[in-house]
């Protein structure tokens, strides 16, 4: 069984660019997390969704940070316009419903220049 | 607010020795508790878990853990270190139905030969 997917693994952009991250979960996961980890530090949630919809939004920064779920299964995370504090690496991760146990991606690795 | 502390960033220890990384939490209410173990450039695995049941967790590659609500704590031990044990080890906790995953800061473990 394939794990959790995420693209591109490592991204380089200027500051003011936008910027996408894509994930991809474990088949039959209808939770999906985006955490967003700082260097030297624990990762903290951004999002979670239940299928399609977003049940805790609370940490993400609407400002500049989106993120979608169509359909229940790939996510998407964006950020426009992208800050130098930006820089960090985007996890994903998935569960079945009401599982404790998530299953993380490798993370996409942002560098903001 | 729940919060996870973790004592020292960075453990150092002999290749064969005793690996014992701490991990203390607040919480009003009994958690789920978790290690995960994170490799350079990689996502986290589960290392493993507490929900119910028998306070000390047998996990993956030789890793126990003993939960002592008494003294909110949740220490990761492995009785002989190993050099492919060198990763950053996460405790988290779990508080509420939202199954929101609460990261403490990471402790590098380094295993010197």
């Known amino acids: 069984e394939a794990g959790v997917v995420q693209s591109p693994r490592y991204k380089i952009i200027e500051k003011k660019q936008p910027v996408a991250f894509w994930c991809n979960p474990i088949s039959g996961h209808n939770t999906l997390y985006w955490y967003l980890q700082n260097l030297g530090q624990g990762p903290e949630l951004l999002i979670r969704?239940?299928?399609?919809?977003?049940?805790?939004d609370s940490q993400l920064p609407k400002d500049r940070f989106s993120a979608e779920r169509l359909k229940g299964v790939d996510s998407t995370l964006k950020i426009q316009p992208a800050e130098l504090g930006d820089s960090a690496v985007y996890l994903c991760?998935?569960?079945?419903?009401?599982?404790?146990?998530?299953?993380f991606g490798q993370g996409t690795r942002l560098t903001v220049v | 607010a729940q919060s996870v502390t973790q004592l020292g960033s960075h453990v150092s220890v002999s290749e064969g020795a005793l690996v014992l990384l701490r991990c203390n939490y607040s919480?009003?209410?009994?958690?789920?508790l978790f290690w995960y173990v994170q490799y350079p450039n990689q996502g986290l695995q589960l290392l493993l878990k507490y929900t119910t049941g028998a306070t000390l967790v047998k996990g993956i590659n030789g890793f126990e853990a003993e939960f002592k609500k008494s003294e909110t704590s949740f220490h990761l031990t492995k009785p002989s270190a190993h050099m492919s044990d060198a990763a950053e080890y996460f405790c988290a906790v779990i508080v509420d139905s939202s199954y929101k995953l609460i990261f403490g800061s990471g402790t590098r473990l380094l295993v010197r030969p």
């Open positions: 991760a998935s569960s079945r419903r009401e599982d404790t146990e998530a299953f």
């Open positions: 919480s009003s209410v009994p958690p789920y």
């Open positions: 969704y239940e299928n399609e919809e977003a049940v805790d």
